[in-house]
């Protein structure tokens, strides 16, 4: 019996192995490659200082917001097909692959970008950042096949483990590489963009596991188009006829969307106003040393007030945080009788409501959806949480041209930050919509078709 349970959960076939799960948890360690090398910390600073250096602030921002938000639209675009197909099967592990491999081709490729080619930084990123979030979506749908279900939430807690362990030995490499290039034997500094090769092979190594995983899937690899567009379309109106769902989603949308642009533009922003790059990499520091009580504090919190309150008020510390990052000096400033950079300050900030933001989000997801469509509707809701930097980038893109001022190089930015803010407001109106447990329980059941 158990055999057949664990046949039928695995949209692959096959028991899942203790090697298995090896395989999928080292992959999280290998792709933190990207999101620390690429996303946060050097893309941002070359692409201020190196690749559009020498264009004026506010095109600055603009192109590097239109950057940012074409390669979401991208991925938002192929994302519910992808979606679709990995809860079907089939081709998972065939277009993983390939997109994977897209991904860590693109990242060493920025390693040759010259100085001044912004447009050929731009482009890479897009490619490389189609390949990195789309093989994602296939990674998290192989979850089902490497553990049992009793066990899937652990092994799923020891991945987001390993990626922050990976985070901050790359994060310790940058440092080393940029600034203490002394203790490897350098003579002079090194070229930075070298670490998009290094985290490139860092990538693929510890992805070597996963890739080299044989399929267990003994059906046809044909794509079924009718059937994934069916599937898709079922979850889609079973989404629209539940409002409480829907209304969540909307403000999730939105304010996750923010979150995400924040960190996405934190460090380009600290570069912009002038902070060092010891600052900002402390500052990183700062908002994963903040992140991990600070999520475990809010959980508390939504247990006993419950999650939605909670989500109010870390929603409106981030407008505070906006205005916070908008207004920010450059100088140290006095905090406790020690000169402080307000770069940590609001590095402080963004940890302390970061994690618990997304931690609040996904609980209270799991009390609004109804019984029998948790995967399907985690499909989306997954899909939702990587494809939303989209508003907040084209909002910078936008607020850079409109509020330039040729005597305040730096307004247009600064009231880029600030217009951030209204993504978290208008998520907090659409979550006012969004109804408690017994409401939407109710409403689950009278309101969601029978797909059949």
């Given at each position: 019996?158990?055999?057949?349970?664990?046949?039928?959960?695995?949209?692959?076939?096959?028991?899942?192995?203790?090697?298995?799960?090896?395989?999928?948890?080292?992959?999280?360690?290998?792709?933190?490659?990207?999101?620390?090398?690429?996303?946060?910390?050097?893309?941002?600073?070359?692409?201020?200082?190196?690749?559009?250096?020498?264009?004026?602030?506010?095109?600055?921002?603009?192109?590097?917001?239109?950057?940012?938000?074409?390669?979401?639209?991208?991925?938002?675009?192929?994302?519910?097909?992808?979606?679709?197909?990995?809860?079907?099967?089939?081709?998972?592990t065939v277009l993983f692959r390939v997109?994977?491999?897209?991904?860590?081709?693109?990242?060493?490729?920025?390693?040759?970008?010259?100085?001044?080619?912004?447009?050929?930084?731009?482009?890479?990123?897009?490619?490389?950042?189609?390949?990195?979030?789309?093989?994602?979506?296939?990674?998290?749908?192989?979850?089902?096949?490497?553990?049992?279900?009793?066990?899937?939430?652990?092994?799923?807690?020891?991945?987001?483990?390993?990626?922050?362990?990976?985070?901050?030995?790359?994060?310790?490499?940058?440092?080393?590489?940029?600034?203490?290039?002394t203790l490897l034997g350098f003579e002079?500094?090194?070229?930075?963009?070298?670490?998009?090769?290094?985290?490139?092979?860092?990538?693929?190594?510890?992805?070597?596991?996963?890739?080299?995983?044989?399929?267990?899937?003994?059906?046809?690899?044909?794509?079924?188009?009718?059937?994934?567009?069916?599937?898709?379309?079922?979850?889609?109106?079973?989404?629209?006829?539940?409002?409480?769902?829907?209304?969540?989603?909307?403000?999730?949308?939105?304010?996750?969307?923010?979150?995400?642009?924040?960190?996405?533009?934190?460090?380009?922003?600290?570069?912009?106003?002038?902070?060092?790059?010891?600052?900002?990499?402390?500052?990183?520091?700062?908002?994963?040393?903040?992140?991990?009580?600070?999520?475990?504090?809010?959980?508390?919190?939504?247990?006993?007030?419950?999650?939605?309150?909670?989500?109010?008020?870390?929603?409106?510390?981030?407008?505070?945080?906006?205005?916070?990052?908008?207004?920010?000096?450059?100088?140290?400033?006095?905090?406790?009788?020690?000169?402080?950079?307000?770069?940590?300050?609001?590095?402080?900030?963004?940890?302390?409501?970061?994690?618990?933001?997304?931690?609040?989000?996904?609980?209270?997801?799991?009390?609004?959806?109804?019984?029998?469509?948790?995967?399907?509707?985690?499909?989306?809701?997954?899909?939702?949480?990587?494809?939303?930097?989209?508003?907040?980038?084209?909002?910078?893109?936008?607020?850079?041209?409109?509020?330039?001022?040729?005597?305040?190089?730096?307004?247009?930015?600064?009231?880029?930050?600030?217009?951030?803010?209204?993504?978290?407001?208008?998520?907090?109106?659409?979550?006012?919509?969004?109804?408690?447990?017994?409401?939407?329980?109710?409403?689950?059941?009278?309101?969601?078709?029978?797909?059949?």
């Amino acid at each position: 019996m158990e055999d057949n349970e664990n046949k039928t959960a695995h949209p692959e076939g096959g028991v899942p192995a203790p090697s298995g799960a090896l395989r999928w948890v080292i992959y999280d360690l290998g792709h933190t490659g990207f999101t620390m090398i690429v996303m946060a910390v050097l893309f941002p600073i070359l692409f201020q200082n190196y690749w559009a250096g020498s264009l004026p602030e506010h095109l600055k921002t603009s192109r590097y917001g239109l950057t940012l938000g074409i390669a979401s639209i991208f991925v938002a675009l192929m994302s519910p097909v992808l979606a679709s197909i990995a809860q079907s099967g089939g081709l998972r592990t065939v277009l993983f692959r390939v997109l994977c491999s897209l991904g860590i081709v693109g990242m060493a490729l920025l390693s040759f970008v010259d100085q001044g080619c912004w447009q050929w930084a731009s482009l890479i990123y897009i490619v490389a950042a189609v390949g990195f979030f789309g093989a994602n979506l296939f990674y998290d749908s192989f979850l089902i096949d490497v553990t049992t279900e009793k066990n899937r939430h652990a092994i799923s807690g020891v991945s987001f483990s390993v990626g922050y362990v990976g985070g901050v030995l790359l994060l310790a490499a940058i440092a080393v590489w940029t600034q203490h290039w002394t203790l490897l034997g350098f003579e002079a500094a090194p070229d930075p963009r070298w670490l998009f090769v290094l985290g490139a092979v860092w990538w693929l190594v510890f992805a070597l596991p996963l890739l080299s995983r044989k399929r267990t899937h003994h059906g046809t690899t044909a794509l079924d188009w009718r059937k994934s567009l069916r599937d898709l379309g079922d979850t889609c109106l079973a989404f629209w006829h539940t409002k409480n769902v829907r209304w969540f989603m909307l403000a999730y949308f939105c304010y996750i969307d923010g979150v995400h642009t924040i960190i996405t533009s934190a460090v380009r922003y600290g570069n912009a106003l002038g902070f060092s790059q010891g600052d900002l990499f402390m500052a990183l520091f700062i908002v994963q040393v903040f992140g991990v009580p600070c999520a475990l504090i809010f959980g508390v919190l939504g247990k006993y007030l419950g999650a939605r309150p909670v989500l109010f008020a870390a929603i409106a510390i981030y407008v505070g945080v906006a205005f916070y990052g908008a207004l920010m000096p450059v100088e140290p400033i006095s905090l406790l009788g020690f000169a402080v950079s307000p770069m940590f300050v609001l590095a402080a900030l963004i940890g302390m409501v970061q994690g618990g933001v997304q931690a609040l989000s996904r609980s209270y997801f799991a009390t609004i959806i109804p019984a029998g469509r948790e995967v399907s509707f985690f499909g989306f809701y997954s899909m939702i949480g990587r494809c939303s930097t989209v508003l907040g980038p084209i909002l910078l893109s936008v607020i850079a041209v409109l509020m330039h001022r040729e005597d305040a190089p730096l307004y247009s930015t600064r009231a880029g930050i600030a217009g951030i803010s209204l993504l978290f407001v208008v998520g907090a109106i659409f979550l006012a919509f969004a109804k408690p447990k017994a409401d939407a329980t109710r409403n689950c059941e009278s309101q969601i078709p029978n797909p059949e």
